[in-house]
Structures are given as structure tokens and as C-alpha cells.
């Protein structure tokens, strides 16, 4: 169901969302086609998008994943395609400020020059004094030291992005009017999910951050609503920025959530992965295994495959 409000072309536009006439359309379209709230529907589909931000999903976004503008237009045409039979629209926010632990203002060198984007900070670098933390020190060297034994990430300094009050922090345009769209249409309110705001941990997964507890102090914890949410749905199909990242860490989490519980609900989990891209290699040769971005997130898309979710493309998913 395809609004007149709605152009595939125009998706990199950054533009003030067009409430009224988005809404009007909605309106229109619900009427005509005698469109059923989505309160009653038997089947329940949701809809799980991630940072489907400015930051990542358009060219003048500090942390633009390349494909991200395509990933988006398939995206927004299977969603207005089903409009009329989505239940939920969840829609995560990249919310940070100035001095998170991943950005540069939070470190400093013996020359008191902050580090570059996509500098990698170790525990060896925090001990040798290589890199100091501008605050925090002592829970900073904690972090580090936590996300590394880890095993999935190393501290990356990354640019400036998603900063709240910010355009970059903004969804999509095109994507927040059809959040408008579908809200109107099936009398849904979009569940808005902000993550990644305090300043001392990161959080590449929606449902949880890499570390929760720093120097003594809780800095976060898994978002069990969330996921009672996301699996009251009998289909969930998700998408979103970046394949390598942000998705394929909310992934993993609903992966692990859904082994400790009940295996065969794997199979509400559609994975749209030509709506989603990986972040690109830094220019290392040679490559370390670990920053091969796109080799991560092909192999990880083939795991999630044989533990049971869907790993689908939009035109082939419903």
C-alpha cells in the first residue's frame, strides 16, 4: 500500500518529515480499503528496524555505511508493501553526546591530542599511558580491559555521530514518515527504542549493552521488555544499519536470549539482508580477521541461517 507521499527516489532526501500530508494519506488509504487496527490482527508481524539514522543511512552521515541509501528504499517498498498487515513498528535510536567512551574527546595522547576516528584503543595502549582518559580514568581501564576479554570487540574511536539534538541523530527522513504512515494507518504508535546513552559503555546491540557493569558501577543490562516484545510476534523481520555492527549485534543477543529459552522461536526471525550493509575494512594490509567487516558479517549471517532464523531478501521475505 503505497501512499502518494511516497517516492523510492527520494529516500537520501533530508527533508522535514511531511506530518499532515503523510497523515492524510493514512487516513485516506484506511478508509478506502476499510484498513483493520492493528489491535485485532491474528497474525502478528513486526517490524524491528536499527539506526535507521542520518549518522549511518545518508551520504552527508558522519558514519555513512555504503549502501545504506539502497538498503533503505528496499527497506521502506516491503514495508509500505505490507503496511496494511503490520502489526508493531520498533524503530531503535544511536542516541550519544560528546563524551562517550568511543569518541575522541574522551581520550588523549602525551601530546593532549585527542585520537582519530577508527583509532583502536587496547588495554596495552591504556596501561602504557599511550592513551589517556580525559575522565573516568579508572572505569575507562576497566572497560577496555572487559570489552576485549570479551572476544567480539576491541575500543574503536569512532567519529562524532548520532549526537542527540542533532540532525545526524534524526531517522531517515523517508523512514520516519513512514513511521507516520503505518501509525495512522493501523492505529499503532511506533515503539521508539533510544539505546547507547550512557557515556562509559557502548552499545552496538539494541537489546544490550557490550559491558554492564565498570569499576563497581551498573552501566546497563539486557532489555528483557524489549525482547518480551519483539517475540510476542509470530514474524519479525529485521533490518537496519550495519550488517557488521549494530544489527549483527542485536542479533546475536536475540541468538543467545532464544537458545537459553525456547530454540523454535528462532523461526520469527526474518533477517532482510538486502536491507542491511556492513561497515567497510579500514585500508590495513594486512587485514586483521577481526576488521574484515564484511567477511564477519557474511559468515554471521550463515550462522544465524543454521540456528534457525530466516535470512531472506525483501522481495522474497513475506
Known amino acids: 500500500m503505497r501512499p502518494r507521499t511516497f517516492d523510492p527516489t527520494q529516500t537520501a532526501s533530508l527533508h522535514v518529515e511531511r506530518a499532515s500530508a503523510v497523515i492524510d494519506e493514512a ?17 502478528r508481524v513486526a517490524a524491528f ?21 539502497e538498503d533503505t528504499t528496499r527497506a521502506l517498498e516491503f514495508l509500505y508493501d505490507h503496511a496494511e ?18 569518541h575522541p574527546s574522551f581520550w588523549i ?17 591504556v596501561r602504557s599511558g599511550r592513551w589517556v582518559a580525559t575522565r573516568d580514568a579508572e572505569a575507562a581501564f576497566d572497560y577496555v580491559q572487559r570489552l576485549e576479554a570479551g572476544g567480539k570487540y576491541v575500543l574503536t574511536v569512532w567519529p562524532y555521530h548520532a549526537l542527540l539534538g542533532g540532525v545526524s541523530h534524526a531517522l531517515v527522513p523517508a523512514m ?13 504508535p511506533t515503539v521508539f ?59 546475536r543477543d536475540l541468538q543467545r536470549k532464544i537458545a537459553a529459552t525456547d530454540r523454535s522461536l528462532a523461526r520469527r526471525i526474518f533477517v532482510l539482508e538486502d536491507a542491511m550493509s ?34 531472506v531478501r525483501c522481495a522474497d521475505a513475506w
Open 278 to 311: 556492513p561497515v567497510p575494512p579500514p585500508p590495513l594490509d594486512p587485514l586483521p580477521p577481526e576488521l574484515d567487516f564484511p567477511a564477519i558479517a557474511k559468515r554471521s549471517m550463515q550462522e544465524l541461517k543454521d540456528f534457525g532464523m530466516n535470512v
Open 176 to 188: 520516519m514518515e513512514f513511521s507516520l504512515f503505518h501509525a495512522t494507518l493501523r492505529d499503532a
Open 85 to 102: 498487515q503490520l502489526t508493531t513498528l520498533i524503530l531503535s535510536l544511536d542516541t550519544h553526546r560528546v563524551f562517550q567512551i568511543f
Open 193 to 251: 527504542e533510544i539505546k547507547g546513552t550512557h557515556p562509559l559503555t557502548e552499545s552496538y546491540s539494541v537489546l544490550a549493552p557490550e559491558v554492564t557493569e565498570v569499576a563497581g558501577q551498573r552501566v546497563g543490562a539486557f532489555n528483557a521488555d524489549l525482547f518480551d516484545l519483539v517475540m510476542k510476534h509470530d514474524r519479525v523481520y529485521v533490518f537496519g544499519q550495519a550488517k557488521s555492527h549494530c544489527v549483527l549485534s542485536t542479533l
Open 27 to 43: 487516513l485516506r488509504l484506511a478508509s478506502e480499503h476499510h484498513v483493520p487496527r492493528a489491535a485485532n490482527d491474528r497474525v
Open 109 to 125: 595522547d602525551g601530546e593532549g591530542k585527542h585520537p582519530a576516528p577508527f583509532t583502536v584503543i587496547t588495554t596495552a595502549d
Open 49 to 69: 528496524g536499527i539506526d535507521v539514522q542520518v549518522a549511518f543511512c545518508l551520504p552527508q552521515g558522519s558514519l555513512f555505511v555504503p549502501g545504506a541509501v
